[in-house]
């Protein structure tokens, strides 16, 4: 109880700041996107100003690189960032697609259709009905997408996260859990979900 109570205040907590970072956008004369990459003690200097480095906000999101230490949390952005990330050594996972993707079921059914990819709220509006719906992760800002959708497939979560929660309550085919699935298949990409068995595969 405690673990999915942990979740949605972490998921209620993403939909509160999202509409705040809405605020500061309209206020500094933003998108959305930029105001979502401000550090948390930016924010007061910013909105006594009523302006931002847009430049410095460009750069975040392109790119960005977040590096705990014992004294604190560093930032990197831009080329500084992309030069740090060369020098780890990251090993790749390789993934056998000749199967098809597999995850555990969260809410059983079998559809079809194509995919749309959503890890952003901007991206919420390429959901149309019949799509399946792919994400890192859901939380409740996505529901009007998440309503939409044929299907729902998520990297991250288990049984219990938002995304499975929300699928049995709307009786969603629903997949949650499946590695790199965002990163492999495209916008528009047709896909079999058989949420049954947990199953993705790809339609030639």
Same mark, same amino acid.
């Given at each position: 109880? *405690?673990?999915?109570?942990?979740?949605y205040? @972490?998921?209620?907590?993403?939909? %509160?700041?999202?509409?705040?970072?809405?605020?500061?956008?309209?206020?500094?004369r933003?998108?959305?996107?930029?105001?979502?990459?401000f *550090?948390?003690?930016?924010v007061?200097? #910013?909105?006594?100003?009523? +302006?931002a480095d847009?430049?410095?906000?460009n +750069?975040? #999101?392109?790119?960005c690189?977040?590096r705990?230490?014992?004294?604190?949390?560093?930032?990197?952005?831009g080329? +500084?960032?992309k030069?740090?990330?060369?020098?780890?050594?990251v090993?790749?996972?390789? @993934? &056998?697609?000749?199967?098809?993707?597999?995850g555990?079921?969260?809410?059983?059914?079998?559809?079809t259709?194509?995919?749309?990819? #959503?890890?952003?709220?901007? &991206?919420?509006?390429? %959901?149309e009905?019949?799509?399946i719906?792919?994400? *890192?992760t859901?939380?409740?800002?996505?529901?009007?997408?998440m309503? $939409?959708a044929?299907?729902?497939?998520?990297?991250d !979560?288990?049984?219990t996260c938002?995304?499975? @929660? %929300?699928?049995?309550e709307? $009786?969603?085919?629903? %997949? #949650? !859990?499946?590695?790199? @699935?965002t990163?492999? *298949?495209?916008? !528009?990409? $047709?896909? +079999?979900v058989d949420?049954?068995n947990?199953?993705?595969?790809?339609?030639?």
């Amino acid at each position: 109880w *405690l673990k999915d109570f942990r979740k949605y205040c @972490i998921w209620y907590g993403h939909f %509160v700041l999202d509409k705040f970072t809405k605020e500061i956008a309209k206020r500094v004369r933003l998108t959305h996107k930029q105001a979502n990459h401000f *550090l948390r003690e930016e924010v007061r200097e #910013v909105l006594l100003r009523a +302006e931002a480095d847009e430049h410095l906000l460009n +750069e975040r #999101v392109k790119y960005c690189l977040m590096r705990a230490t014992e004294e604190g949390t560093e930032y990197f952005y831009g080329q +500084e960032a992309k030069e740090m990330m060369e020098k780890i050594e990251v090993e790749e996972d390789t @993934i &056998d697609l000749s199967a098809g993707f597999k995850g555990s079921t969260a809410c059983p059914g079998k559809v079809t259709g194509a995919v749309k990819i #959503v890890n952003s709220i901007e &991206d919420i509006k390429k %959901v149309e009905a019949g799509d399946i719906m792919l994400a *890192l992760t859901t939380y409740p800002a996505y529901l009007p997408a998440m309503k $939409r959708a044929a299907a729902i497939v998520t990297e991250d !979560g288990g049984i219990t996260c938002h995304a499975a @929660i %929300v699928s049995r309550e709307f $009786r969603i085919p629903c %997949v #949650v !859990g499946i590695r790199k @699935i965002t990163k492999i *298949l495209k916008d !528009g990409d $047709r896909i +079999e979900v058989d949420a049954t068995n947990g199953v993705i595969k790809i339609i030639k």
